[in-house]
């Protein structure tokens, strides 16, 4: 398996509703892919079974881990899959608030994935903390804010920080930047992008803004209904859709 | 039976097999709480319960017990304790830690070293060292499982970056044989050294919550740090008033109502014996 990430042949129902019908993803390394579609149509589950949160009721997500092992996600311990997420994985939330610790400070959220992973030394971690809150443009002089007391686009790049800290190879992120104002969204957009090449980490993003997916993916899946009705390089699925739903949705952003 | 109609220790003897089952699982996996049924205890919690259920199931006819609340063995509380066992186990009672068989303790290590075939039995009020961080008991849970204590080194690191040092003087988090995560009970964190490696077995028994955990003799119990803000243990820069130690805890005690105050150890029986020491040597 040449890919880092690889699924096939998901499926999983709530009650009567199909939220993940015949689904198969390929993520390589330092790849970014995107998965858009509307609301309801089974990205959020997507992210959740391929994340290992969620189990789905048939198919297969493997993982490549550095030493070049492959795993089943879904086969594996709980205590193998939560190292996985403290160090080679990361998840950003689309609400800060579940994925930060409201009640520590901005330098404890960022230094708890390193002191997780055996981090011991203050110093070290203070510094570390001080750098990823210069690198997502929070000024270091926060350090000892409250998240609470941050902005949601600051929240948000603070969530970023704290996820990278470790230098995971995969991050999941879901509508990283829904519920934020469009400008605030714009230079988010901007920073995970300049984040995500600089570091060379491979990235699967939920977002149902069709701009931020031109420019931030490689590759991108169309969902309906459960089903990915096309994917391939972002730039073909825009400029040339094949599938009626794609062009529907292609349509609608150069309407807007 | 007993001549006043107890059982051995009060306990019956399924109560006390089934905590003494606990006992051996704790002492199996040093620092990991076992939860324990028991029935209710002729006191309310807050009393030592928990300490008391383990005395009772560990104390034989030979023994020779010291009772002491934040190391005095004269408190109400001390005091009852030990009588309480005097008549239902009929067992000797001492005030001297050297002489003790078993100790059992709210809120203090005594100062003498304690030595090999003594036990120290700790009556815990909260045996989840967690539980101010992750209110979710499945979720502690989990955390011990899986070792996942970065957690409770952010709180530290939250304390140094607000005060400049870890602002936690009881209860001070340790880890057990580089493994378990463990609450040491309300003991000062001056206390915590005296754990580490002790020849004593010690015993831990949470009487509301029903769990009891244990350190075997010589047991390594390293308290959480950083490599560059190492722990330590505080204690009032005074000798002792009453037998000069500059070792041993002190207790800041009050001597009249014009705001006179001195330090004295709060361990009175190393207090005591050291001031007879003195004056026989004078
Ligand atoms: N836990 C759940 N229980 C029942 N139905 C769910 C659950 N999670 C999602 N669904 C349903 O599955 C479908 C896909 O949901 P979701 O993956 O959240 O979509 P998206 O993220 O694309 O908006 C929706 O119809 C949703 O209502
Ligand atoms: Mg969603
Ligand atoms: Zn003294």
């Known amino acids: 398996m040449s890919a880092l990430l690889e699924a096939h042949g998901l499926n999983l129902r709530f009650g009567a509703v199909p939220a993940l019908e015949d689904v198969s993803i390929e993520v390589h390394p330092g790849e970014v892919v995107a998965i858009v579609g509307e609301s309801g149509s089974g990205k959020t589950t997507l992210l959740r079974v391929l994340s290992g949160m969620m189990r789905p009721d048939s198919g297969e997500v493997r993982y490549r881990d550095p030493d070049g092992a492959v795993h089943v996600i879904h086969a594996m311990g709980e205590a193998a899959l939560r190292q996985l997420h403290r160090t080679d994985w990361g998840f950003v939330h689309q609400n800060p608030r579940d994925g930060l610790r409201m009640r520590v400070s901005a330098g404890g959220n960022i230094g708890e994935r390193l002191m997780a992973t055996g981090a011991r030394h203050y110093g070290r971690i203070r510094t570390e903390a001080t750098e990823w809150l210069r690198r997502v443009e929070i000024d270091p002089e926060r350090i000892d804010g409250m998240p609470a007391l941050f902005s949601g686009g600051m929240q948000q790049r603070l969530q970023i920080a704290r996820t990278l800290v470790t230098r995971p190879r995969l991050v999941f992120m879901d509508e990283p930047t829904g519920g934020l104002d469009v400008s605030v969204q714009a230079r988010l957009l901007d920073l995970i992008r300049a984040l995500v090449a600089d570091l060379g980490i491979a990235v699967v993003i939920v977002t149902h803004d069709i701009a931020a997916a031109r420019l931030l993916a490689h590759r991108l899946l169309v969902m309906r209904r459960g089903q990915v009705v096309e994917q391939g390089l972002t730039d073909r699925v825009l400029d040339d859709p094949q599938h009626e739903y794609t062009q529907l949705l292609v349509a609608s952003v150069l309407a807007a | ?282």
């Open chain 2, 1 to 282: 039976m007993t001549a006043l109609g107890y059982n051995f220790g009060y306990l019956d003897e399924n109560t006390k097999r089934m905590i003494r089952r606990a006992l051996l699982k704790a002492v199996a996996i040093p620092g990991h709480q076992v939860p324990f049924g028991a029935r209710e205890m002729p006191l309310p919690y807050g009393w030592g319960t928990g300490g008391i259920a383990v005395t009772a199931s560990v104390i034989g006819t030979g023994d020779r017990l010291k009772v002491i609340d934040q190391g005095a063995d004269d408190t109400t509380n001390a005091v009852s304790i030990r009588r309480f066992f005097a008549k239902v186990a009929g067992v000797a009672t001492t005030e001297s830690t050297a002489e003790a068989t078993i100790i059992q303790t709210r809120h203090r290590i005594p100062e003498t070293r304690l030595r090999e075939g003594q036990i120290l039995v700790y009556q815990v009020p909260m045996p989840e060292p967690l539980f101010r961080l992750e209110p979710r008991v499945a979720e502690t849970r989990r955390m011990h499982a899986l070792a996942d204590y970065g957690l409770m080194h952010v709180k530290l690191y939250e304390d140094i970056a607000r005060h400049g040092h870890v602002a936690i003087s009881y209860n001070y988090p340790v880890l057990v044989g580089g493994r378990y995560l463990m609450s040491p009970s309300p003991i000062p964190a001056f206390d915590n050294p005296k754990m580490d490696r002790m020849p004593a077995l010690q015993l831990f028994g949470a009487g509301r919550e029903k769990r009891i955990y244990a350190v075997p003799p010589y047991t390594s119990v390293r308290s959480l740090d950083f490599e560059d803000h190492p722990f330590q243990p505080v204690r009032a820069d005074a000798p002792c008033a009453l037998c000069g130690s500059r070792e041993s805890y002190l207790d800041e005690v009050l001597t009249d109502d014009q705001g006179g105050r001195m330090f004295v150890c709060s361990d009175t029986d190393y207090c005591n014996t050291r001031q007879t020491h003195r004056e026989a040597a004078e």
